[in-house]
């Protein structure tokens, strides 16, 4: 059995028991909330505190990999144009998209409020101030003051700047400070997995105090939050469709016929890198140069996840809806930018870690609590599916528009 799967049978159990509990006797139900809720704070706990180290230091050793990366050639940087300009359209269409959805089909409020009761240790965040307070606090005075404070936005900028800083200077110093941010990176990495074994006991006593104190209607909300996060990527696998057509001038029936196959890998496995084989076949019926395909495909699989900045927000968002705030337009932009800068360091991680490593810094800078993120993590397994699947779509549609590009610009010059 997958720690998934056991992740998500301990999110079910610790449901059905609290409910079941409840019902049959509420005062010992009670009493179970009162052993329950401290061993999953303590839990959340664990995973709350690996956020700013795991974040700077994937962002420091993935920025200066992309950079690398990008000096290997016309086309290598020319991808890495097309993966950021991509993820931030994905981005920006959940911030645009999910509400709209929530406003069309709301979440059920009586749910709503049993869940948040259930999680009331989860206090909302302190919100960005007014935006022109946020405009002239972007770049921190004091970058260990706003680790502090959780200014994750102007952590992440300095930290980009740091980790552009590292490539300009000499070979020996750059090799130094790689090798050191490499081994924190590392030991976060295995502390997450140790808090991550966990998981299942964390999960449950998170899942026994929800339907212990929100009783049945726990199932419907979940349903309802994994239904809206899926939407998202599946819009973002459409998006592929399109940006395919007018990217990459492919003719739709042509690019579904060659992506099709790999859809079928991804929804069997979860993996872009088990759909990469046939994504090279794919590439073979849209005509893609054979250089071009085998240098930018294992690209995206290694560095581009465009659900992984779009669903994230999302998320984030539906958080944000679930305990009643209403996001102002200089928290939903810090939201966007954050979730795609996230996204430049945790691409080929497990999707277990870069759930909370990436979706935690966004919901501190839309102003919402991270903690139902160690119950929505159980749930992921669904929602895992739609993200890979717009992940293989875009990889190949990001492929496909980057060699005509790299058609055209190279007929062009003399």
């Given at each position: 059995?997958?720690?998934?799967?056991?992740?998500?049978?301990?999110?079910?159990?610790?449901?059905?028991?609290?409910?079941?509990?409840?019902?049959?006797?509420?005062?010992?139900?009670?009493?179970?909330?009162?052993?329950?809720?401290?061993?999953?704070?303590?839990?959340?706990?664990?995973?709350?505190?690996?956020?700013?180290?795991?974040?700077?230091?994937?962002?420091?050793?993935?920025?200066?990999?992309?950079?690398?990366?990008?000096?290997?050639?016309?086309i290598a940087a020319r991808a890495i144009l097309t993966f950021?300009?991509?993820?931030?359209?994905?981005?920006?269409?959940?911030?645009?998209?999910?509400?709209?959805?929530?406003?069309?089909?709301?979440?059920?409020?009586?749910?709503?409020?049993?869940?948040?009761?259930?999680?009331?240790?989860?206090?909302?965040?302190?919100?960005?101030?007014?935006?022109?307070?946020?405009?002239?606090?972007?770049?921190?005075?004091?970058?260990?003051?706003?680790?502090?404070?959780?200014?994750?936005?102007?952590?992440?900028?300095?930290?980009?700047?740091?980790?552009?800083?590292?490539?300009?200077?000499?070979?020996?110093?750059?090799?130094?400070?790689?090798?050191?941010?490499?081994?924190?990176?590392?030991?976060?990495?295995?502390?997450?997995?140790?808090?991550l074994w966990l998981a299942p006991l964390g999960v449950f006593?998170?899942?026994?105090?929800?339907?212990?104190?929100?009783?049945?209607?726990?199932?419907?909300?979940?349903?309802?939050?994994?239904?809206?996060?899926?939407?998202?990527?599946?819009?973002?696998?459409?998006?592929?469709?399109?940006?395919?057509?007018?990217?990459?001038?492919?003719?739709?029936?042509?690019?579904?016929?060659?992506?099709?196959?790999?859809?079928?890998?991804?929804?069997?496995?979860?993996?872009?890198?088990?759909?990469?084989?046939?994504?090279?076949?794919?590439?073979?019926?849209?005509?893609?140069?054979?250089?071009?395909?085998?240098?930018?495909?294992?690209?995206?699989?290694?560095?581009?996840?465009?659900?992984?900045?779009?669903?994230?927000?999302?998320?984030?968002?539906?958080?944000?809806?679930?305990?009643?705030?209403?996001?102002?337009?200089?928290?939903?932009?810090?939201?966007?930018?954050?979730?795609?800068?996230?996204?430049?360091?945790?691409?080929?991680?497990?999707?277990?870690?870069?759930?909370?490593?990436?979706?935690?810094?966004?919901?501190?800078?839309?102003?919402?609590?991270?903690?139902?993120?160690?119950?929505?993590?159980?749930?992921?397994?669904?929602?895992?599916?739609?993200?890979?699947?717009?992940?293989?779509?875009?990889?190949?549609?990001?492929?496909?528009?980057?060699?005509?590009?790299?058609?055209?610009?190279?007929?062009?010059?003399?």
């Amino acid at each position: 059995m997958s720690r998934a799967t056991l992740i998500l049978l301990c999110l079910a159990a610790g449901l059905l028991v609290g409910v079941g509990l409840a019902a049959a006797s509420p005062g010992l139900a009670q009493a179970g909330v009162a052993v329950a809720r401290p061993v999953g704070t303590l839990w959340l706990n664990g995973l709350q505190m690996t956020v700013i180290p795991l974040v700077v230091t994937l962002l420091i050793t993935g920025v200066t990999a992309t950079a690398e990366a990008a000096q290997a050639g016309r086309i290598a940087a020319r991808a890495i144009l097309t993966f950021l300009i991509l993820v931030t359209l994905t981005a920006t269409m959940a911030a645009v998209v999910t509400p709209a959805l929530l406003h069309a089909v709301p979440i059920p409020r009586d749910a709503a409020e049993a869940l948040k009761a259930a999680l009331g240790h989860a206090e909302p965040v302190a919100a960005p101030p007014p935006i022109a307070e946020f405009v002239t606090g972007i770049v921190p005075t004091n970058i260990f003051a706003a680790a502090t404070n959780n200014a994750l936005l102007s952590l992440i900028l300095f930290t980009l700047a740091f980790a552009f800083a590292i490539t300009r200077i000499e070979g020996e110093g750059r090799a130094l400070l790689l090798r050191f941010f490499t081994a924190i990176r590392d030991a976060m990495l295995v502390l997450i997995g140790w808090v991550l074994w966990l998981a299942p006991l964390g999960v449950f006593a998170l899942a026994f105090v929800v339907g212990a104190s929100a009783g049945g209607g726990a199932f419907g909300a979940l349903a309802h939050y994994i239904a809206i996060i899926a939407s998202i990527g599946v819009i973002v696998m459409l998006m592929a469709y399109g940006v395919a057509m007018l990217g990459a001038r492919v003719p739709l029936a042509r690019f579904a016929r060659a992506l099709a196959p790999a859809q079928a890998v991804a929804i069997s496995t979860q993996s872009s890198l088990a759909s990469l084989p046939a994504m090279v076949e794919g590439a073979k019926v849209l005509r893609i140069a054979p250089g071009t395909a085998s240098l930018v495909l294992p690209m995206a699989v290694a560095m581009f996840r465009a659900t992984q900045p779009a669903m994230n927000v999302a998320v984030a968002l539906y958080i944000a809806d679930w305990f009643g705030i209403v996001p102002g337009m200089a928290s939903v932009a810090a939201a966007v930018v954050v979730a795609t800068l996230c996204s430049l360091g945790s691409a080929s991680l497990p999707s277990q870690i870069t759930f909370f490593a990436s979706i935690a810094p966004v919901c501190v800078a839309l102003g919402v609590p991270a903690a139902p993120l160690g119950l929505l993590i159980a749930v992921e397994t669904i929602p895992d599916i739609f993200r890979t699947l717009g992940n293989v779509s875009m990889d190949l549609a990001a492929t496909a528009t980057v060699s005509r590009a790299s058609r055209t610009i190279d007929e062009d010059t003399p």
